[in-house]
């Protein structure tokens, strides 16, 4: 400018793109502000890189800002930016956006493709509206739009989550037919969808055939089956399955030891629950909440509350584990004074270095009505720079509400609208 010379699409985009991808997005947005101020036109691949970006880096709001920017610009979206937007209003939990861009799309002249529906799927999958998924997949059939390998792998877990074992056993055995091949998920998701129908027998069938085709297995498949096992009460042959995970080469995972620790609890083998806890402890395994969680369980359905208190209480002053999932353990057990205690432990010693341990204290809080609780940990989430989203937010607001800080919950709603927080439908 100093030279006269009036910057053109090019520099525009090259200084756009650099700070986007720098995660600098309030710069690359001012500087594609100015480039719109100075009637310099922009391009479709500028935006959708943006909205890429932005989608990438898990910030719904900046790309939603974008796509109504490249609209306004007179650009129609081409099928790449479409299929992400359906990805950025699902993320955001905006439903009803995501679903009418499908319709939107065809006034637009962008037929939906595959990617399209599939991306809808998963978005109601991810969010259990399992019977809107199965709309969108009939509105698939009936416009014959083709199927495919992710497609079918959703919509068998949507006919096992909706009880309808029939339909799941029949999509996957029709796979072939569509020129589809089944992988080891197809497989481990119709295993699970068999044993929650009690099928144990079309289980077995399907994990042994899985053996004789030399279907690569994984931990996945071995820990459906030993539950699978648990539900039938047959404790020796989920024991058995892994001895024989291990001598394949499959390392065993928390699930796997929490499965059969359930299991043993079930049946009244809590020596050999305990004495496996106490092994993997003293052996260095990560014990995460979920095997915790499990043995506190098979405890307390023994009636020996006294042990289940003694692991808690042993949280409060964790020595084999991180202080956040001691954390998520005691919120998770309604533990109000001692979570908070280690939760308090943790800020101060600067552990706490994930988005969830606030959020899981902010649940806990709430459902407890501990509201001024609630505050704080809000106040040391924001102190920290972690950006809460709309439900945290939700909760935070009833909280000032049953406080009677109104002033302050407008100040805290102002301020997510103008950094461009998106709420969800819910």
């Not at 962008?110 to 998963?122: D, E, G, H, I, K």
């Not at 005691?330 to 533990?335: D, T, Y």
């Amino acid at each position: 400018r100093q030279r006269a010379l009036s910057p053109d699409r090019y520099t525009y985009s090259t200084l756009i793109t650099h700070f986007g991808k720098e995660g600098l997005f309030d710069a690359a947005l001012s500087w594609l502000q100015k480039m719109e101020q100075d009637r310099v036109p922009g391009d479709l691949v500028l935006y959708s890189n943006l909205i890429e970006l932005s989608r990438k880096l898990c910030d719904y709001s900046k790309a939603i800002s974008i796509f109504s920017r490249l609209k306004r610009s007179g650009f129609t979206p081409d099928l790449v930016a479409y299929n992400a937007m359906i990805n950025v209003f699902g993320k955001a939990k905006l439903f009803r956006e995501a679903r009418s861009l499908i319709s939107e799309m065809r006034t637009a002249g962008v037929m939906p493709n595959t990617a399209s529906y599939s991306t809808l799927l998963t978005m109601y999958v991810e969010n259990k509206k399992f019977l809107e998924a199965l709309s969108v997949f009939s509105e698939m059939r009936e416009i014959k739009c083709l199927l495919d390998l992710t497609t079918c792998n959703i919509m068998i877990d949507v006919y096992g989550q909706l009880g309808m074992a029939k339909e799941a056993d029949k999509l996957f055995w029709g796979m072939r037919k569509m020129g589809i091949e089944p992988n080891v998920v197809s497989y481990n998701t119709l295993l699970r969808v068999y044993g929650d129908a009690e099928l144990f027998g079309e289980a077995i069938h399907l994990f042994r055939l899985m053996q004789r085709k030399n279907i690569v297995q994984n931990v996945v498949t071995y820990n459906s089956m030993m539950m699978i096992y648990g539900k039938t009460l047959e404790h020796e042959k989920a024991n058995n399955l892994i001895q024989e995970m291990q001598n394949r080469g499959i390392e065993p995972n928390s699930i796997t030891y929490s499965t059969i620790i359930s299991i043993w609890g079930k049946v009244g083998k809590l020596d050999r629950a305990a004495m496996l806890f106490q092994k993997l402890r003293s052996s260095g395994v990560e014990i995460d909440q979920v095997l915790y969680q499990t043995m506190i369980v098979a405890y307390e359905r023994a009636g020996l509350v006294a042990h289940a208190k003694r692991l808690l209480h042993e949280l409060k002053s964790p020595d084999n584990i991180p202080r956040d999932t001691a954390i998520h353990i005691l919120a998770g057990a309604g533990r109000i004074e001692e979570a908070t205690y280690v939760f308090r432990q943790a800020i101060d010693a600067g552990e706490v270095k994930d988005i969830t341990v606030f959020e899981r204290m902010i649940h806990l809080f709430s459902k407890y009505k501990k509201y001024a609780n609630l505050i704080e940990v809000f106040d040391k989430m924001r102190g920290l720079g972690y950006f809460p989203d709309s439900n945290v937010i939700a909760l935070v607001l009833n909280a000032y509400g049953k406080l009677h800080e109104f002033d302050k919950a407008n100040g805290v709603y102002m301020e997510m609208q103008e950094v461009g927080c998106v709420f969800s439908d819910e």
